[in-house]
């Protein structure tokens, strides 16, 4: 197609009009819009406070860790390092075996599952 003819195309002089009923129903859906309240803001007052803490709990768990690793590297064999990883993680490892963890494991299955079940039973209503 060549610029004349896209010009003679567009330089055609026909009265576009919308079908019927059409500025009608974008003027209600204007309205509609219109009246509803405005939508609640994000509390940042109440969050920001829980996402400094967390902000800073990371830095120091990486200045930790980077710390103790170049402390290892320097005076530690690599056999040295494991078994002191070892004595550290074994707690944590330990306090994973208890039955408190499984009580835990089936709070969190039960609340996962009604809060699945809430929003399924939510979204057939509308």
């Given at each position: 197609m060549s610029h004349d003819e896209i010009d003679?195309?567009?330089?055609?002089?026909?009265?576009?009009?919308?079908?019927?009923?059409?500025a009608a129903s974008v003027?209600?859906?204007?309205?509609?819009?219109?009246?509803?309240?405005?939508?609640?803001?994000f509390p940042w007052k109440r969050a920001l406070p829980g996402l400094a803490v967390a902000g800073l709990t990371l830095v120091l768990v990486v200045l930790v860790f980077a710390a103790e690793a170049t402390?290892?590297?320097?005076?530690?064999?690599?056999?040295?390092v494991?078994?002191?990883w070892m004595s550290r993680l074994a707690p944590i490892i330990m306090a994973t075996t208890t039955p408190t963890v499984?009580?835990?494991?089936l709070a969190l299955a039960f609340?996962?599952?009604?809060?699945?079940?809430?929003?399924?039973?939510?979204?057939?209503?509308?």
């Open positions: 003679r195309i567009l330089s055609h002089e026909e009265e576009l009009l919308p079908s019927s009923g059409f003027m209600d859906a204007v309205f509609r819009e219109a009246a509803l309240p405005p939508p609640i803001p402390r290892w590297g320097r005076e530690a064999t690599s056999a040295q494991s078994v002191a499984g009580w835990t494991l609340t996962l599952a009604s809060v699945m079940f809430s929003l399924r039973l939510a979204g057939r209503r509308t």
